[in-house]
């Protein structure tokens, strides 16, 4: 009887791991891991910087000068090429702050908003200190919507071409992107 009991208890357990492995087996089948995808691109910033005619920044608290305390809100298209007459393929919105008393640094707080092409209605947070007149100025990508879902990541920004005469300016945007791909 013992020999007997000891069986069906055997019989139990690998019946019942057997259908564990099935479930577990079942499970990873029906819902598949995302892909995990690193995407890199190159944009340019079109910026009209506050006090020219049609700003595409303005000063909305602190020192009009940008001294310590500014507070910026920019909405600036983003482009393909360099070029101002080249496809807009966004808008570079959100805001920045001039952080530092000595008035060298600045917080940025922006969203990429895609507005045509593969990337249509998502977007990119991208977010940092970086010098204002620094040559390269990289900060993070902390989100994304739409295809940039769970994005995390880097932002080159570079000044290509600078005119103090009508506060013009453009940037080169180098994006290192890697986001949950369904």
């Known amino acids: 009887m ?3 009991s000891s069986l069906s208890s055997s019989l139990s ?3 019942c791991f057997t259908f564990m492995l099935a479930f577990l087996a079942f499970s990873a089948t029906a819902n598949p891991r995302p892909a995990h995808k690193e995407i890199k691109m190159t944009l340019y910033q079109q910026d009209i910087s506050p006090g020219a005619p049609n700003a595409t920044g303005i000063v909305v608290a ?9 507070i910026v809100v920019v909405d600036d298209r983003v482009t393909e090429r360099a070029s101002n007459n080249s496809r807009q393929v966004g808008r570079i919105q959100g805001i920045y702050v001039t952080a530092s008393r000595d008035s060298q640094s600045i917080n940025v707080y922006y969203s990429l908003t895609f507005t045509t092409g593969a990337f249509n209605g998502s ?9 204002k007149l620094g040559k390269v100025r990289e900060f993070s990508i902390t989100g994304g919507t739409g295809k940039f879902r769970f994005a995390t990541g880097y932002a ?3 000044t290509i071409f600078l005119d103090l005469t009508t506060n013009y300016n453009i940037a080169r945007i180098n994006l290192t992107v890697v986001c949950v791909c369904y």
């Open 2 to 4: 013992a020999q007997k």
């Open 13 to 15: 357990i690998k019946l």
């Open 62 to 70: 602190g020192p009009t000068n940008l001294a310590f305390g500014s």
């Open 123 to 131: 977007t990119l947070e991208i977010q940092g200190r970086s010098l």
């Open 156 to 158: 080159t920004f570079e």
